[in-house]
């Protein structure tokens, strides 16, 4: 199972929105509305930020939105806050009991 | 709200047997549907590796499948992992992590680096 395809990097200033993209095949992201986003800031274990593609956990800011379409999902932050920068991963359900991740993205404020 | 607490050596030898423990506090081991593991080799992206329900059903990752063993015990409100013949490429961060594969984990351990050596 391949490895779900991200950009390695992203960015944008203070304020602006920017969206991060995550494609898959017909096997895993087209298939199941099953895609997570997590984030994950160096040296720490990864958080939660959307699940079910657009689903925020409690706690998420609204700023934080997940969509899809056909085999790409993407994840976009709007109002970009200088806490925002980190690496963020996706995921999908890929069938038979089995989740593939992304190669993650890492996001510069600038 | 449930945390997660990885545990087990942080060197292990080439061709042996990788194990990990992840203690469940703040809660049931029983109380979540599924419980993962999930590894990270240093700078790279993230490897699902399994996951199991505390009835003991499990789930691997086809790549891994002929090396993993997950169990649970219920008694001690924990799980543990078992990789054999390690190679190299087996180090990573292993994280412990609650939820199913569909919706997402949440929450995470905060990871043990474990390397393996020649």
């Known amino acids: 199972q391949s490895a779900l395809t991200q950009p390695p990097s992203a960015s944008g200033s203070p304020g602006q929105s920017v969206a991060i993209s995550c494609t898959g095949t017909s096997s895993d992201v087209g298939a199941y509305g099953s895609v997570s986003w997590y984030q994950q800031h160096p040296g720490k274990a990864p958080k939660l930020m959307i699940y079910g593609v657009s689903k925020r956990p409690s706690g998420v800011p609204d700023r934080f939105s997940g969509s899809k379409s056909g085999n790409t999902a993407s994840l976009t932050v709007s109002g970009l806050q200088a806490d925002d920068e980190a690496d963020y991963y996706c995921s999908s359900y890929a069938g038979s009991n089995n989740l593939v991740f992304g190669g993650g993205t890492k996001l510069t404020v600038l | 709200q449930v945390q997660l607490q990885e545990s087990g050596p942080g060197l292990v030898k080439s061709s042996g047997t990788l194990s990990l423990s992840c203690a469940v506090s703040g809660g049931s081991i029983s109380s979540s549907d599924w419980w993962s593991w999930v590894r990270q080799p240093p700078g790279k992206g993230l490897e699902w590796i399994g996951e199991i329900y505390h009835s003991g059903s499990t789930n691997y990752n086809p790549s891994l499948k002929s090396r993993v063993t997950i169990s649970v015990d219920k008694s001690r409100n924990r799980l543990s992992l078992k990789l054999a013949s390690v190679t190299a490429a087996d180090t990573a961060v292993y994280y412990c992590?609650?939820?199913?594969?569909?919706?997402?984990?949440?929450?995470w351990g905060q990871g043990i680096l474990v390397t393996v050596s020649s």
């Open positions: 992590a609650a939820g199913q594969l569909v919706n997402g984990f949440d929450p």
